[in-house]
């Protein structure tokens, strides 16, 4: 509770020598008001560490992380939040991907989407269970799509067990995220039938059968109101 403490500071301290200042000129003695970071400034702040990233583990990237992980506690705009995230996912130290995936717990929908594009950035195959248990408990589609397409940039045959949970799922926006991530990673086209990448990702020979010709795509056009 330390912004009504805050707001009551800044209220009493234009009170201090208003018996020997005229009420007129105390407007101009407030200078602290410029010292305010807004939103945008503090994400251009952010968004300036990430040329600073040389993709190793020295001290100095870890002291980069560390103020970046500290900011992103006590960061109360997603949109900042986001940008942290999202300058995390250049540098290569331990702590970067641990304040990722502990990203992956964020109130906001769009901090935990962009956690999981950042996994998939990193390309560490560290990552793969971490976007599994997003497809298995996360209650937000578009974070779980997001964890699939991520998948589609990590080469790890582990992959392969998290994408054939997404292909098994009944959405069809996560079944042709899935198929799209595994034509990325294992470099097959078996056009759109969903059944042969499935049986590709479950390391089976992929067969040609009629029901494999339904491809996803059709499947999300049939769901289209228009």
Request: glycine share 6%; proline share 6%.
């Amino acid at each position: 509770m330390t912004f009504p403490r805050l707001l009551l500071s800044a209220l009493l301290v234009p009170l201090v020598g208003c018996t020997t200042v005229p009420k007129y000129m105390q407007a101009f003695q407030r200078s602290e008001k410029t010292t305010f970071h807004t939103a945008s400034m503090r994400v251009d702040a952010v968004r300036a560490y990430r040329s600073k990233a040389t993709g190793g583990d020295t001290p100095d990237q870890q002291q980069i992380v560390t103020q970046l992980a500290q900011q992103i506690q006590v960061e109360p705009d997603p949109l900042v939040r986001v940008a942290i995230i999202d300058t995390l996912a250049a540098f290569r130290t331990p702590q970067a991907a641990t304040v990722i995936e502990l990203g992956l717990g964020d109130e906001d929908v769009d901090v935990r989407r962009h956690c999981c594009r950042a996994l998939g950035e990193r390309g560490d195959p560290a990552g793969v269970p971490v976007l599994a248990r997003v497809i298995n408990s996360e209650p937000d589609l578009n974070v779980r799509v997001a964890a699939v397409d991520a998948l589609g940039e990590i080469n790890s045959p582990d992959a392969y067990t998290a994408l054939a949970v997404a292909m098994e799922d009944r959405d069809p926006a996560l079944q042709y995220a899935g198929v799209k991530s595994m034509k990325s990673i294992s470099g097959q086209d078996f056009g759109g039938r969903v059944e042969s990448y499935l049986q590709y990702a479950r390391g089976q020979t992929p067969t040609n059968t009629e029901s494999d010709e339904i491809s996803v795509a059709g499947r999300v056009r049939d769901m289209m109101p228009f």
